[in-house]
C-alpha cells in the first residue's frame, strides 16, 4: 500500500466514522435498507445460493439497472459459449438489486456490493472467496482491487466506460488511480476513446483492448409488437398518435421542455407528450411547471388506478425502469441531461426502437454513442429549446421522414452487435480450469 492508498483508507475510514452513524440511524427503520447497508459494510453476508457450485466463482459488480442489463447479456453469451462458471452478482443501488433479483432468479447469486473499506471488502471475500472479480463499465475501486490482487483474485473491467469528465476527475488522483490500475488483469472497453482514456490515467496498454457495448445485445432490447400494443392501450394512443418522449430530462429542461410542448400543441393539438425525469424527486417539480402553465397533466402511476385512462396530453413518467420500453410507442424521441452541461445520456436506447434522436450539445458521457448515430443519420444535435421545438415538429408534421430516420438509428444499433459475446472471451480467458473455452 503506497503513500496515497493509505491517505485514501484514511480519510475513508474517518469520513465512514462521521456519516455511518446517522445513515444507520435512517436506514435501520426500513428492513430492505436496512439489509442493503448491512451487506455493504461487509456483514449478514449469506451463503452462496446453490447455483453452479463447483465451478469458478465469478463476482460481476453492476452498479445499477442498465448494467444489470448488460452483465445479463454477458452471462448469457458465457452460456451460449460453454463457459461454466457460478455468478455472484453486486449491485449499489436498491433498483439495481430488485431488477438482478428478478433477471437472475434460480442462476445466480444476487449480493449488495461492500462499501470500499479496508474491512468490509476483505470480509466479502474471505466469505465469498471469487475466483474473479468482474467490474461493469469502470468502478475504480482501490480496496476491491487491491484486496482482490492480494488474495490471488484476477480482476477484469468490462464494457468498460470513461467519460471525458470522468477522466479529468480522475487525472487529479493519477497517483493513487495509477497503482491500482496496474493490478488490474484487463480492460474490455467500449470503445477507442474509452481505451485511451484508461491508458492516460496509468491501465498498462497491452491490458486493454475494444470489444463494443454489451447493451446492445440485452435480451430484452427489443419488445414483441404484442408488447408494444399493451403500451399503446394503456397510454391511449392509435399507432398515428403523435408520441414525443422526453427521456432523462434534468435541470432545467424540465422547463424548457415545457415550453418546447406549448410549442408544439399550437401547432399539433393531438400531439401526447411524456417527460420522464432522471430522478424521480423531480416528477413533482415538472408538475409544478406543467401547473403554473395551465397545462393538463397526469403521472404515469395514476394510470394504473381502476378506472382511470389517460385523459392529459401530458404524462409524467414517475416510474423506474419503464423508460426503455416506452421509448417504442414515441413518434420522436429526445435524451435529456444534453441541453444542459451534464453529460447526455444514452442514447441507443431509443434508437433501438427504429426512432429518431434528438440531444442536446452536451453529450460527452455518450459521445461514441452520438457519433454512431449521427455519422448514420439517425441521430441529430440540437442548439437549444427553440433548435429542439422546430426540430421535432418538422418530424412529427412528416412521420415518413421520422420514420426514414428511425431506420437509420435501428441499423446503426444492429451493426455494432455481438459486443457481449466479445467481453465473455476475455473473462473466459482468466477463468481457472475452465472446461471450455470454445468462443
Not at 98 to 119: E, H, I, M, S
Not at 137 to 158: D, L, Q, R, S, Y
Not at 358 to 383: N, Q, Y
Request: contains cysteine.
Amino acid at each position: 500500500m503506497n503513500i496515497y492508498h493509505f491517505a485514501y483508507n484514511f480519510f475513508t475510514f474517518g469520513l465512514s466514522l462521521i456519516v455511518l452513524p446517522a445513515i444507520w440511524c435512517h436506514e435501520r427503520k426500513d428492513p430492505e435498507r436496512k439489509l442493503a447497508l448491512t451487506q455493504r459494510l461487509g456483514y449478514d453476508l449469506r451463503p452462496l445460493d446453490p447455483v453452479g457450485s463447483g465451478r469458478p466463482l465469478v463476482w460481476i459488480h453492476a452498479v445499477s439497472v442498465g448494467e444489470v442489463k448488460a452483465a445479463e447479456a454477458i452471462v448469457d453469451a458465457m452460456k451460449v459459449s460453454g463457459i461454466k462458471a457460478a455468478i455472484l452478482l453486486t449491485t449499489t443501488t436498491m433498483t439495481g438489486q430488485r431488477d438482478a433479483c428478478r433477471r437472475f432468479a434460480g442462476r445466480a447469486t444476487v449480493r449488495y456490493a461492500p462499501v470500499d473499506l479496508w474491512g468490509a471488502t476483505r470480509r466479502f471475500l474471505w466469505v465469498y472467496r471469487p475466483d474473479l472479480l468482474v467490474c461493469m463499465e469502470t468502478e475504480i475501486w482501490p480496496n476491491w482491487i487491491a484486496n482482490a490482487h492480494g488474495a490471488g483474485i484476477k480482476t477484469v473491467f468490462v464494457n468498460g466506460r470513461i467519460s471525458d469528465r470522468s477522466s479529468h476527475s480522475y487525472m487529479k488522483i493519477r497517483r493513487l488511480m495509477k497503482p491500482v490500475l496496474e493490478r488490474v488483469d484487463a480492460f474490455s472497453m467500449i470503445s477507442e476513446a474509452d481505451a485511451r482514456r484508461i491508458i492516460s490515467l496509468g491501465a498498462p496498454a497491452h491490458r486493454v483492448q475494444v470489444n463494443g457495448n454489451a447493451k446492445m445485445d440485452a435480451p430484452d432490447l427489443y419488445r414483441s409488437e404484442v408488447g408494444i400494443q399493451t403500451l399503446r392501450q394503456f397510454y391511449a394512443v392509435e399507432e398515428n398518435t403523435p408520441v414525443f418522449i422526453a427521456g432523462s430530462i434534468r435541470g432545467a429542461e424540465a422547463d424548457i421542455l415545457m415550453t418546447v410542448y406549448e410549442r408544439l400543441a399550437t401547432q399539433i393539438p393531438e400531439l401526447v407528450f411524456i417527460l420522464a425525469p432522471r430522478h424521480l424527486s423531480r416528477s413533482s417539480r415538472i408538475a409544478d411547471i406543467a401547473r403554473a402553465k395551465g397545462v393538463e397533466w397526469q403521472y404515469r402511476t395514476q394510470l394504473g388506478e381502476p378506472g382511470v385512462a389517460r385523459s392529459a396530453p401530458v404524462v409524467i413518467l414517475d416510474t423506474i425502469g419503464e423508460l426503455r420500453d416506452v421509448y417504442s410507442i414515441a413518434s420522436v424521441v429526445f435524451c435529456g441531461a444534453s441541453l444542459v452541461p451534464l453529460g447526455g445520456q444514452n442514447v441507443l436506447e431509443a434508437a433501438v426502437w427504429a426512432k429518431p434522436v434528438l440531444f442536446g450539445p452536451s453529450m460527452e458521457d455518450f459521445e461514441e454513442a452520438r457519433t454512431l448515430l449521427e455519422t448514420a443519420g439517425g441521430g441529430i444535435c440540437v442548439k437549444d429549446g427553440m433548435d429542439l421545438a422546430e426540430r421535432a415538429l418538422h418530424l412529427l408534421m412528416h412521420p415518413g421522414e421520422a420514420r426514414r430516420l428511425g431506420r437509420l438509428a435501428k441499423r446503426a444499433v444492429l451493426s455494432n452487435q455481438g459486443a457481449a459475446r466479445r467481453h465473455a472471451r476475455v473473462v473466459a480467458e482468466l477463468l481457472p480450469d475452465i472446461e471450455s473455452r470454445a468462443l
